[in-house]
């Protein structure tokens, strides 16, 4: 069993859905954790099978969390919910302090959540991220993407747009790669306390601006790089807004892509006038560098 639970606060009870695959998609099963807003996820490797079972707040519909789950699973054949319940509280749940080991990315980055500081590597760019309800631990593989091609084309001094930020994760790794101001936009609310927390952690005091809103809805001014860890079609929706947010020599990171869905993206970048840099992937996962086309 491998397990990523995150604190559960004072709830007695919390809801759970049961995911079950026969293929090894535990990537998957945390990405929909995360994604889906839950409190955390134990996965079991079973004979034939392997299983997750997702914990959400009793405070919010089951009915909604399982349309949500139900809606991230399209696509994905094989992967079934088999069972929705109602879990009461154990403090085991909440003290799996090692399913979060200090993780390096790329040349210079390395996530650590803050119980490692005091054993934090030597050398590399330290990113503290206190492992919450907003999704970004760093330890997906489309974040480890979209934090591996920030490193490798960030400039010092550039101005960031990060739209779907969750726990900041992004935003805070480029104010420390050496952008001088980051927008940091979610469209919930309730990542704000995430992010402030991660911003003490990582003792950023400026440069961060929190913005709550829809997607880009509202922006107009332009920024040197975007990034966006989030699904192809929210992705898909923004393309062209994006391009036309970007400066001339501007860059746009975006992540969250399965590998199948590349060929498909490729085109759709084109059709909003953007061209393809650089491109990563990690298992089924894949991103993209773009820039606007030269006319």
Not at 67 to 86: A, H, N
Not at 111 to 116: E, G, I, Q
Request: hydrophobic share 40%; proline share 3%; with cysteine.
């Amino acid at each position: 069993m491998t397990t990523e639970m995150i604190f559960m606060g004072n709830e007695s009870f919390w809801w759970y859905i049961i995911l079950r695959s026969k293929s090894d998609c535990e990537e998957l099963f945390y990405y929909i954790a995360q994604i889906s807003d839950s409190m955390g996820a134990e996965v079991y490797e079973k004979q034939n099978c392997i299983e997750a079972k997702i914990y959400y707040r009793s405070d919010i519909s089951i009915e909604d969390c399982v349309r949500k789950v139900s809606s991230l699973l399209e696509g994905f054949e094989g992967v079934d919910i088999i069972e929705v319940g109602e879990a009461r509280w154990h403090p085991w749940l909440k003290k799996h302090l090692e399913a979060f080991p200090p993780l390096p990315i790329g040349k210079g980055l390395v996530v650590l959540a803050p119980w490692h500081k005091e054993d934090a590597p030597q050398g590399r760019v330290h990113i503290y991220i206190e492992p919450g309800t907003a999704f970004g631990t760093g330890y997906h593989a489309s974040t480890q993407i979209a934090l591996e091609l920030l490193e490798r084309n960030l400039k010092s001094g550039w101005k960031v747009l990060d739209v779907g930020t969750g726990s900041g994760i992004l935003a805070l790794a480029a104010l420390k790669l050496g952008a001088s101001e980051v927008v940091a936009r979610d469209v919930d609310p309730a990542v704000r306390e995430e992010v402030e927390k991660n911003m003490i952690l990582n003792d950023i005091t400026s440069g961060l601006k929190l913005d709550i809103g829809d997607g880009v809805k509202g922006l107009k001014e332009k920024v040197d790089l975007i990034t966006a860890n989030i699904l192809y079609e929210p992705l898909v929706s923004m393309l062209t807004s994006f391009s036309r947010l970007i400066c001339d020599h501007g860059l746009i990171i975006l992540s969250g892509l399965l590998f199948k869905e590349r060929d498909s993206f490729i085109d759709e970048m084109a059709k909003a006038g953007l061209t393809m840099v650089e491109e990563l992937s990690k298992e089924e996962w894949w991103g993209v560098v773009a820039s606007r086309q030269v006319r």
